[in-house]
């Protein structure tokens, strides 16, 4: 069996997180934006556990800000147990593994759930129509390995939910939209805040598995409509599930 150290080496060589994660920032509130989008990457596992951020100066050009900034959003970060520094020739910032427990669902959130639904409605139904007009071959085979992961994981949520978020974006990523890609990812992120207080049994993922590969389908043969009916009823699927099973508020 593999131990922490091999675990945390492979999760670390996963694949590149998306360009959205590093996307530029804007000036006016380029320390918040910063913060935001890495957490959010680490939350929805784009920045696997274990896995090291790119050097400073290589993620201070992408994301178009100061170092300054920058070293003032890792150490936000750091405080929030997020990220920790290493120190030495093999140093760096790297993404806590575990990452800090998660606080229990806000009345807030429960009060409003449905329209987070509705703006990932809003959002997905144009990837579907837009991936199918748009996608390339290279971005359906990548679509088609994540699938199979996504059969492979699941007895393991966790798991199961990281490669769920990666098809997702990977998606918005086929439209060439940098704004619908931006857009899906903090979606992603609002939905991951309500996904992670339910429970998922295998039956549920293999069903929604099901949809992603009639969805994926849809899209390698262009037909924009059937993709849209496909996610349509996949993102319903998913709001039934999330009515099921949500505290009340």
């Known amino acids: ?41 680490i939350k929805l596992g784009l920045l696997a556990p274990g896995s090291r951020l790119p050097a400073e100066r290589q993620l201070c050009a992408r994301l178009g800000i100061a170092r300054s900034t920058l070293r003032q959003a890792l150490t936000a970060l750091t405080q929030s147990g997020h990220v920790f520094a290493v120190r030495g020739r093999r140093g760096g910032t790297f993404v806590s593994d575990p990452q800090p427990p998660a606080d229990p669902p806000s009345a807030q959130m429960l009060a409003h759930w449905r329209d987070t639904c509705d703006q990932r409605l809003s959002v997905e139904l144009g990837v579907a129509v837009l991936a199918a007009e748009r996608a390339e071959r290279e971005d359906i085979a990548v679509l088609e390995e994540l699938i199979d992961v996504l059969e492979g994981s699941l007895e393991d949520f966790a798991a199961y939910r990281q490669a769920d978020v990666r098809l997702h974006v990977g998606l918005a990523e086929a439209t060439r939209s940098p704004r619908l890609i931006q857009s899906a990812t903090e979606v992603q992120g609002a939905m991951t805040d309500l996904i992670a207080y339910i429970a998922h049994p295998p039956e549920v993922l293999a069903s929604s598995n099901a949809q992603h590969r009639r969805l994926l389908a849809a899209v390698a043969e262009g037909d924009a409509m059937l993709a849209l009916r496909t996610m349509a009823e996949h993102l319903q699927g998913t709001e039934h599930v999330l009515a099921g099973l949500l505290p009340d508020a």
């Open 1 to 41: 069996m593999a131990g922490p150290a091999e675990r945390r080496g492979r999760r670390a060589s996963a694949a590149s997180p998306p360009d959205a994660v590093f996307a530029p920032v804007h000036s006016y509130t380029a320390f918040e934006e910063t913060v935001d989008r890495l957490a959010t990457a």
